[in-house]
């Protein structure tokens, strides 16, 4: 059994982890000629470092991870605390493993490590994919063509794949753009003293903030609705000013950070609408090919664990039957990541409110939360478990 992987972002170089730790002999083909530091901050909530945990890799990420010790939401003109959640100890004893927060270049570059040599393939583009009985043969942009059983399409939000066997559809452009930022520790110690992941809430902006790289750096994120349109993108680097200019009237501690940047990427939110199916014979689509979504529940990457860790399980039962596994894949994902897409979307709203009468209520559900949710809005996303589908 061989499997083509194309695409070496997270989900594909977990998703070749998992496989081969479960017999399967991977190829990722990634585009990229060169692993380049590039992109900002990321996390992956218990829900994903569970799976983690199971297939052996989480020690060698939390190395490289920042693990929070609360969260608070906070009102966007004073800072004042609509919701504080107690995490650390607590919450990793609750949830079993920890909610861990990344610089992505550190997380992308833990997986690259943890595969054996020769798996990946840097510098492979790849231009298309044809299924002939039970074989697909791959076509590299440099005129190679290989052949495997099977491929997965984690070849991100552009997918070309999923162009190929979804039809020529562009993603969507979510009404927000995003400015990642991060302030070296010495810059940025006397603003940020604890291990409290901070996010303020309040109308058309979204400010978040935390430790990332084992607390060597302060990650700034600021969404920003009924901004200048952008383009998708993680290399686009503008003045930390910029973002600065749409936070008139907010919490100073806030655009204190901002400025501390010196510098921003700043990218357009694209999502993919949700579809009827990820899988066609033997090709399957997997993470943000499959389903990429806006960023407020903080879901994207982690999403992309849930699907490498069955597909690699799927594959694993029924390795002489791949459609098969790969149908069972879809059967057990498809619904999971759509309603991530859709809470993701109702979470970007509910923090985006204007101050009046339904920001007042949700200001008193954050207060009421505790008493059902101690571990924040997010404990219920945390606490599913996608191996009870497996069994
Ligand atoms: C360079 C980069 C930086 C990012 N930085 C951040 C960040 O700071 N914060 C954040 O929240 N999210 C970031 N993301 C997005 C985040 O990684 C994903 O949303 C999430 O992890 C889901 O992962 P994925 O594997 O589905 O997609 P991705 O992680 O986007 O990976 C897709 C991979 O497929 C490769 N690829 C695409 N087309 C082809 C092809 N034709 N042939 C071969 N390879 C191909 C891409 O080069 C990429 O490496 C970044 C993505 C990239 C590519």
Redesign the pocket.
């Known amino acids: 059994m061989r499997v083509a992987i194309?695409?070496?972002?997270?989900?594909?170089l977990t998703a070749a982890f998992a496989l081969q730790r479960a017999g399967v002999e991977t190829t990722v083909?990634?585009?990229?000629p060169q692993l380049l530091p590039?992109?900002?901050?990321?996390q992956l909530g218990p829900n994903a470092t569970r799976l983690l945990a199971d297939i052996g890799l989480l020690e060698q990420l939390r190395a490289v991870a920042s693990r929070p010790d609360a969260v608070d939401l906070l009102r966007w003109d004073d800072g004042s605390v609509l919701l504080h959640a107690e995490h650390g100890d607590a919450a990793e004893s609750h949830f079993g493993t920890p909610q861990l927060d990344f610089y992505?270049p550190d997380l992308h570059r833990a997986l690259v490590d943890s595969l054996p040599p020769g798996v990946l393939e840097l510098g492979?583009?790849?231009?298309g994919a044809e299924q002939s009985g039970d074989r697909v043969t791959v076509a590299l942009e440099d005129g190679r063509r290989e052949t495997f059983d099977a491929v997965v399409a984690?070849?991100?939000?552009?997918?070309?794949l999923r162009q190929l066997l979804v039809g020529a559809e562009e993603p969507t452009f979510s009404g927000t753009v995003v400015y990642?930022g991060v302030v070296p520790r010495a810059e940025a110690e006397d603003l940020h003293r604890d291990r409290t992941n901070r996010y303020w809430i309040g109308p058309y902006r979204h400010g978040v903030s935390y430790w990332i790289a084992g607390g060597a750096l302060l990650a700034l994120n600021l969404g920003v609705q009924r901004a200048d349109w952008s383009e998708e993108s993680?290399t686009r680097e503008v003045p930390a000013a910029e973002a600065d200019a749409y936070l008139e009237g907010w919490d100073d501690a806030l655009r204190e950070r901002v400025r501390r940047c010196g510098t921003v990427l700043r990218g357009g939110v694209f999502v993919r609408r949700a579809i009827p199916h990820w899988s066609f014979g033997r090709i399957t689509l997997?993470?943000?090919?499959a389903h990429?979504m806006e960023?407020f529940q903080a879901q994207?990457?982690a999403q992309?664990v849930e699907d490498a860790y069955v597909l690699a399980r799927c594959v694993a039962k029924a390795a002489d039957d791949v459609e098969e596994a790969f149908r069972r894949y879809e059967q057990i994902r498809l619904d999971r990541a759509a309603e991530l897409q859709a809470q993701a979307r109702g979470a970007g709203d509910e923090f985006f409110l204007e101050d009046g009468p339904e920001q007042i209520a949700r200001d008193e559900r954050f207060r009421r939360l505790a008493e059902s949710q101690p571990f924040g809005t997010r404990q219920l996303v945390w606490e599913h478990d996608v191996r009870a589908a497996l069994s």
């Open positions: 194309v695409g070496g972002g997270i989900g594909g083909f990634e585009q990229t590039v992109g900002a901050s990321l992505r492979a583009r790849v231009t984690a070849d991100g939000i552009r997918s070309p990642r993680w997997l993470g943000d090919a990429a960023p994207g990457a992309a």
